[in-house]
């Protein structure tokens, strides 16, 4: 829209409003002249840039008071004239800035002058348009020793303005305009970047403010919250440019000892600073005070833009005066970590970058001293630790591990130096220890019992994505938040993945040892050191860290399962040695569970205390948690070992197995899903398959173990499982053991009759299963099945009389045994003397050809031996076993 | 130094099943040095060799050479990678397993139905010698291998009546070149041979009953017996090579199937007739420990293997099983040990 094109037309059109303007210095007059500059073509108006400026500035510089409103409208044509043209020489760039600040001096005060808001604004606005409109090289001319009491005028004043106007709108202007004023314009008209040089001269004349600036700034910023986000922000920014430009190490290192003499006049000479070590040191010392201030203001600010500014101050700082301040890199580490977990997802993000960041720098693997800042503080957190666990609220306990866990993530491989100082491992296992202390009163653990056994092939709802992830929910003295148990398996993760695993596997299988107190802890953490180490489930900020060898890390993990798998740690007491009898006597008295479970306090010792002096229930469920604990440690073994696992199933199967058959239901529950983590973990798709690809394994357990069962009386429960779960494939490698079985029967009716009837009870069940009914043998079995139907729906009455009618039963067992000897063809010698007398004459009248009789088929001789047994248990005095006995002889 | 109470014999460590037929012999290898895996064959009555790995306690192949015949002696060629078994098919396979390969690539004829093994002695050197019971009942034949010439038939004087060659052990003495077979024979006698002269050397009558098995330590050139009867017999070699029994020593149960003493010479096991492992310690001869496991004896020869590094000795014998466990390890001057037999060692290392 412009009119004038040519600078002659714009001339004639303009020269009449100027002369007019100088000669009566009006507003109207000032508002004349602008509207007719609206109509000018910018590059007209370049060309009369000076001439048009000489009528604003002399009405500027004439002595004498002048009003407000005029000066206001004069600094405003100028501001005009300034953003559409551009300042081409140095002395009126100087002078101009000169009269424009001039506008806000008082002469009576160091304070700005007290003028209208207004004049204030469009003054700023003045300077920033100045600073703007200069053109290329003039700026940094601009900026030479000389000019060093004029800028401080502004900055100081703008500063002013800054923290002391109420104006928000002000405030905003004078931080931009001291942007401007600092070079550090994130607009477009800077494209061009400072070389060393000039950033070296930038930095001595900047260094003269420092104090003034920092100082005023941090007032900004450590403020009144309610002042406002954006002032807060920018006041940051500015704060930490300012000084990561001036303490840049980058600078530093190029300075020399001796000051160059500035070749200015002394007055100004005295304003200069010499950026040496001293000065250095002090600055650095004086700006960590204001720094530790900042952060503690700021890193709790409502805002969270603001502490998303914080994030961006701690990064330039720390990357670029890591050796200059580095007594503030504690304290800006700390400020970083402490908002990895921020509830802004905006800064956790900007958190992690920077994280990331540093660590592909190797800001604090690089360094020497970072890293001894951050293990001395990693020190003294885990000294207080326990401390602020036992004191904190949950969302405290929240922020100190999420401290801990950015500890950790930044030291990445250097954990090592930490963790090689005795005494820095100590305490802080000592602290991970105290952390993770159970709650282990529940009583309900104890209690309940798995009355049902065959819950295995109904396959646990784990989620298929991550089985190893589904632990059981356990109760700590500390805490109850699940996400700070979350933040402790990281931080052990974290160690396992970076640490050395040797030492902490060590360190912690030590604790393990050490006391009972410490045990189910140490498994804890040693569990998620292994997890951790296999890296499946850690962040990694350090991309060249080498994660442990699978070689190494399976004889690591075999090493703690032999700990966890023996005697001593294995087989505890979770259940009275009375149970088998208790059984009975819960059944007969429900009340006594009543008056337990009414109670959840460690004083309900024992409620079956007339027997010997047995453990509490503490520390049954304390025994009880630490089996799951390590059956949940194998799984996720299992887990970070993937097919290398199936090597240590040798060794491992059998005992998860026979967990998996436990009497408590905890046990049994976790069992069941650390066996659904071997099968994800080997490639199985199904217990079952688990079980039958590896019968080899359980065998050789189960044969192993009952020749010591008075040390592993639970032997029998996993054959019992294992029969459950497998197919006819597994009979010719059991066949021995069940022999076995029968022998160590013989050895113990009295005691262990029980659970080895049980037993035969899942072998004969899994015969008929697995032998479905063929030809000859088909038919009894087949008649055999109508009779057991007809038999189990008289169980309840059998049940409730079973003293009267165990000896129809028994006589109808006995007879149906007979016939099928007779169809067998087969002759056993039973020690019953009627039976004898009856079963030979048929015998001999069957067996017409004794030579060519082939075999027995392995399943029939087992059933036979099997009932051989048990005939004898039918007449046992306890009831149980009678009843079992019973049972196992209608499913043949 | 008895302790009041000594600790029970160990478990066996592993009992390895699936055989399906009682087992004839067994064999220790160490395994390729690349792999590492020890590997255990076991001869089956079937005519099976089993290989089984000893990382994973599996059977990892089987080998079908010799016609159903049991299997009865398994020897591994130290350049390794050739298995030779011996059947009672009256052949004796030699095995390419190298590669994952298991085929027989030669076989040799026997002449003797007897219950004796061969023996080989061989170095690294392509060229070795096997010793096996030869015709007639009494000979012993000499092969040179892989060639399959025959060196020499050493048969005793006629007049001698020591019957069938029982068991036999090739070895070279450290300073003399010259190939030397020990056999124990039929009438309870021990007799040393020089295969060059086709001589016997020494003769010395150390048991009552038929020798069962024997085995030597040419280091200390001392040598262990046993037989169908109550008595182990150990024997010494003298500069002159005479034979010398140095002593008897008197078991529980009488029979004796088979004997090895560990290849660091360190400790001796017995297989019995009844079952039993017996572990000696070699040097002083005095009894550590007895396994008990197996619940039957297959006649004549219960196998029995000493794993060369590790302490680990495995045993068959009811059949269809096979185990490796822990054995007592003893050192020179470890007096507990040798007195406790429950000293346990780690499995593999």
């Known amino acids: 829209m412009a009119v004038f094109d040519t600078p002659e037309e714009a001339f004639g059109v303009l020269r009449p409003v100027c002369v007019q303007l100088t000669k009566t210095q009006t507003v109207e007059n000032v508002e004349h002249l602008q509207t007719r500059l609206q109509a000018v073509s910018d590059s007209a108006l370049q060309e009369l840039q000076q001439y048009i400026l000489f009528p604003l500035r002399f009405t500027l510089k004439t002595p004498g008071p002048k009003r407000e409103r005029l000066i206001q409208s004069v600094v405003e044509c100028l501001t005009f004239v300034l953003s559409s043209t551009c300042v081409k020489e140095q002395e009126l760039l100087q002078e101009l800035f000169s009269e424009l600040s001039a506008c806000l001096y008082s002469p009576s005060s160091q304070k700005p002058a007290a003028v209208s808001e207004e004049l204030k604004l469009a003054v700023i606005q003045g300077l920033s348009t100045l600073m703007h409109s200069a053109y290329g090289d003039i700026i940094l001319t601009f900026y030479e020793p000389s000019i060093l009491p004029r800028l401080g005028f502004a900055i100081s004043l703008l500063l002013g303005l800054a923290e002391q106007e109420k104006s928000k709108q002000i405030k905003i202007a004078a931080l931009k305009c001291l942007q401007v004023l600092l070079l550090q314009c994130d607009c477009q008209d800077h494209p061009r970047s400072l070389d060393e040089l000039e950033q070296k001269q930038l930095g001595d004349l900047f260094a003269s403010f420092l104090p003034g600036i920092s100082t005023a700034l941090t007032r900004v910023i450590t403020g009144?919250?309610?002042?406002?986000?954006?002032?807060?922000?920018?006041?940051?920014?500015?704060?930490?440019?300012?000084?990561?430009?001036?303490?840049?190490?980058?600078?530093?290192?190029?300075?020399?000892?001796?000051?160059?003499?500035?070749?200015?006049?002394?007055?100004?000479?005295?304003?200069?600073?010499?950026?040496?070590?001293?000065?250095?040191?002090?600055?650095?010392?004086?700006?960590?005070?204001?720094?530790?201030?900042?952060?503690?203001?700021?890193?709790?600010?409502?805002?969270?833009?603001?502490?998303?500014?914080?994030?961006?101050?701690?990064?330039?700082?720390?990357?670029?005066?890591?050796?200059?301040?580095?007594?503030?890199a504690g304290p800006l580490l700390k400020a970083l970590v402490g908002l990895v977990n921020d509830e802004s997802s905006e800064v956790q993000a900007q958190c992690n970058k920077v994280l990331r960041h540093f660590a592909d720098q190797r800001v604090v693997v690089g360094s020497k001293a970072l890293a001894d800042i951050l293990s001395e503080s990693l020190h003294s957190l885990a000294t207080s630790l326990p401390r602020l666990m036992n004191s904190q609220d949950d969302q405290g306990k929240f922020s100190t591990l999420s401290l801990l866990l950015g500890y950790l993530k930044l030291l990445g491989p250097k954990i090592n130096f930490v963790l090689n100082s005795l005494a820095h491992l100590q305490r802080l296992s000592k602290a991970l220890i105290q952390v993770l202390e159970l709650d282990v009163a529940d009583i309900k653990i104890v209690e309940e019992r798995r009355w049902n056994s065959d819950d295995l092939n109904a396959s646990p709802k784990?989620?298929?994505?991550?089985?190893?992830?589904?632990?059981?929910?356990?109760?700590?003295?500390?805490?109850?938040?699940?996400?700070?148990?979350?933040?402790?398996?990281?931080?052990?993760?974290?160690?396992?993945?970076?640490?050395?695993l040797y030492l902490l596997v060590d360190h912690f299988m030590e604790l393990y040892r050490q006391s009972v107190v410490y045990r189910k802890q140490a498994a804890m953490i040693l569990n998620e050191l292994v997890t951790g180490a296999a890296g499946l489930e850690v962040e990694n900020l350090h991309e060249k860290h080498i994660k442990t060898n699978p070689e190494e890390l399976r004889e690591i993990v075999t090493s703690i399962l032999e700990e966890y798998t023996s005697q001593e740690n294995w087989y505890l007491v979770t259940y009275l040695e009375t149970e088998e009898m208790?059984?009975?006597?819960?059944?007969?008295?429900?009340?006594?569970?009543?008056?337990?479970?009414?109670?959840?306090?460690?004083?309900?010792?024992?409620f079956l205390a007339f027997s010997k002096p047995s453990p509490t229930i503490c520390s049954m469920n304390s025994n009880i948690w630490q089996i799951c604990i390590q059956l949940e440690g194998i799984g996720q073994f299992a887990y970070a070992l993937g097919k290398d696992f199936c090597l240590l199933l040798m060794s491992v199967l059998y005992p998860v197995m026979e967990k998996a058959g436990d009497q408590t239901l905890l046990i049994s529950q976790v069992a069941t899903s650390t066996m659904m983590n071997i099968c994800h973990a080997c490639g199985y798709n199904s217990l079952q398959h688990l079980i039958n690809q590896n019968s080899d394994y359980l065998v050789n357990g189960i044969s192993l173990n009952l020749r010591h069962l008075s040390l592993h009386p639970h032997t029998p429960k996993v054959l019992e499982v294992m029969l459950r779960n497998s197919d006819a494939n597994l009979l010719p490698l059991v066949a021995d053991v069940v022999q076995d079985v029968l022998a160590t029967l013989d050895q113990f009716y009295d005691k262990r009759a029980a659970s080895f009837v049980?037993?035969?009870?899942?072998?004969?069940?899994?015969?008929?299963?697995?032998?479905?009914?063929?030809?000859?043998?088909?038919?009894?079995?087949?008649?055999?099945?109508?009779?057991?139907?007809?038999?189990?729906?008289q169980r309840p009455a059998t049940l409730e009389k079973s003293t009267t009618t165990a000896e129809d039963i028994e006589q109808f067992l006995?007879?149906?045994?007979?016939?099928?000897?007779?169809?067998?063809?087969?002759?056993?010698?039973?020690?019953?003397?009627?039976?004898?007398?009856?079963?030979?004459?048929?015998?001999?009248?069957?067996?017409?050809?004794?030579?060519?009789?082939?075999?027995?088929?392995?399943?029939?001789?087992?059933?036979?031996?099997?009932?051989?047994?048990?005939?004898?248990?039918?007449?046992?005095?306890?009831?149980?076993?009678?009843?079992?006995?019973?049972?196992?002889?209608?499913?043949? | 130094m008895a302790a009041p109470c000594p600790p029970p014999p160990p478990d066996p460590q592993f009992v390895l099943r699936g055989t399906q037929s009682p087992v004839h012999a067994l064999h220790f290898w160490e395994g390729a040095q690349a792999q590492g895996h020890p590997v255990l064959f076991s001869g089956s009555q079937s005519g099976l060799v089993h290989v089984w790995s000893l990382q994973t306690q599996r059977a990892v192949a089987t080998l079908d050479g010799h016609g159903g015949q049991c299997v009865t002696w398994l020897q591994m060629l130290p350049q390794g990678h050739q298995l030779l078994s011996q059947g009672r098919d009256l052949k004796l396979c030699l095995w390419d397993l190298a590669e994952g390969r298991n085929a027989v690539v030669d076989s040799v004829r026997l002449e003797s139905v007897g219950f004796c093994r061969s023996s080989i002695l061989a170095g690294g050197q392509p060229r070795w010698m096997l010793a096996v019971p030869g015709k007639g009942g009494d000979e012993v034949q000499i092969l040179e291998m892989p060639s399959k010439t025959s060196v020499c038939a050493l048969k005793p004087k006629?007049?001698?009546?020591?019957?069938?060659?029982?068991?036999?052990?090739?070895?070279?003495?450290?300073?003399?070149?010259?190939?030397?077979?020990?056999?124990?024979?039929?009438?309870?006698?021990?007799?040393?041979?020089?295969?060059?002269?086709?001589?016997?050397?020494?003769?010395?009558?150390?048991?009552?009953?038929?020798?069962?098995?024997?085995?030597?330590?040419?280091?200390?050139?001392?040598?262990?017996?046993?037989?169908?009867?109550?008595?182990?017999?150990?024997?010494?070699?003298?500069?002159?090579?005479?034979?010398?029994?140095?002593?008897?020593?008197?078991?529980?149960?009488?029979?004796?199937?088979?004997?090895?003493?560990?290849?660091?010479?360190?400790?001796?096991?017995?297989?019995?007739?009844?079952?039993?492992?017996?572990?000696?310690?070699?040097?002083?001869?005095?009894?550590?420990?007895?396994?008990?496991?197996?619940?039957?004896?297959?006649?004549?020869?219960?196998?029995?293997?000493?794993?060369?590094?590790?302490?680990?000795?495995?045993?068959?014998?009811?059949?269809?099983?096979?185990?490796?466990?822990?054995?007592?390890?003893?050192?020179?001057?470890?007096?507990?040990?040798?007195?406790?037999?429950?000293?346990?060692?780690?499995?593999?290392?």
């Open chain 1, 462 to 500: 784990t989620s298929a994505t991550q089985p190893w992830n589904h632990i059981q929910r356990r109760y700590f003295h500390f805490f109850t938040d699940e996400r700070i148990f979350m933040l402790l398996r990281q931080v052990c993760q974290l160690l396992g993945y970076y640490g050395n």
């Open chain 2, 158 to 349: 006629a007049d001698a009546k020591l019957g069938m060659p029982m068991c036999l052990r090739l070895w070279q003495a450290d300073c003399n070149p010259r190939p030397l077979l020990l056999a124990g024979y039929e009438d309870g006698s021990v007799a040393l041979w020089d295969v060059s002269e086709q001589k016997v050397c020494s003769h010395i009558a150390c048991h009552e009953e038929p020798v069962m098995d024997l085995d030597f330590d040419s280091q200390k050139a001392r040598g262990i017996s046993g037989s169908a009867g109550k008595a182990l017999a150990v024997w010494s070699l003298d500069g002159q090579q005479a034979l010398q029994v140095r002593g008897t020593h008197e078991l529980t149960n009488p029979g004796i199937a088979e004997i090895t003493i560990r290849p660091d010479r360190k400790i001796l096991a017995t297989a019995g007739w009844d079952h039993r492992i017996r572990v000696f310690h070699w040097r002083t001869m005095q009894p550590l420990a007895v396994l008990a496991f197996h619940s039957a004896v297959q006649w004549p020869s219960p196998p029995m293997a000493c794993w060369p590094r590790a302490p680990r000795i495995s045993g068959s014998a009811s059949g269809r099983s096979t185990h490796a466990r822990d054995s007592p390890t003893p050192l020179p001057g470890d007096k507990e040990g040798g007195q406790g037999g429950g000293h346990r060692a780690p499995a593999l290392t």
């Open chain 1, 814 to 892: 006995l007879n149906y045994l007979k016939e099928k000897d007779v169809a067998d063809g087969n002759v056993s010698d039973f020690d019953n003397e009627e039976e004898e007398q009856s079963v030979f004459p048929k015998v001999d009248e069957n067996d017409t050809h004794p030579d060519v009789e082939p075999p027995l088929p392995l399943q029939i001789q087992i059933a036979m031996d099997v009932m051989e047994r048990c005939i004898h248990l039918l007449s046992d005095k306890n009831l149980q076993i009678r009843l079992k006995g019973k049972l196992e002889h209608f499913l043949i």
């Open chain 1, 224 to 328: 009144d919250f309610k002042q406002g986000h954006s002032i807060v922000v920018s006041s940051l920014k500015i704060f930490y440019k300012t000084v990561s430009f001036i303490m840049a190490d980058e600078q530093l290192k190029r300075i020399s000892k001796v000051q160059a003499k500035p070749a200015v006049e002394h007055r100004v000479a005295e304003l200069m600073v010499h950026r040496e070590a001293d000065w250095v040191k002090n600055t650095g010392d004086k700006l960590t005070i204001l720094i530790k201030k900042i952060i503690d203001c700021v890193s709790v600010h409502p805002h969270w833009k603001v502490r998303l500014e914080l994030v961006e101050l701690v990064e330039d700082l720390l990357l670029k005066c890591s050796q200059s301040l580095v007594e503030c």
């Open chain 1, 758 to 793: 049980s037993v035969l009870h899942a072998l004969m069940a899994a015969l008929a299963q697995w032998f479905p009914d063929t030809g000859n043998l088909g038919h009894l079995q087949e008649q055999s099945l109508g009779e057991e139907g007809s038999h189990l729906n």
């Open chain 1, 582 to 606: 208790g059984e009975e006597l819960m059944m007969e008295h429900p009340g006594l569970q009543a008056i337990t479970s009414g109670e959840h306090t460690c004083q309900v010792t024992s």
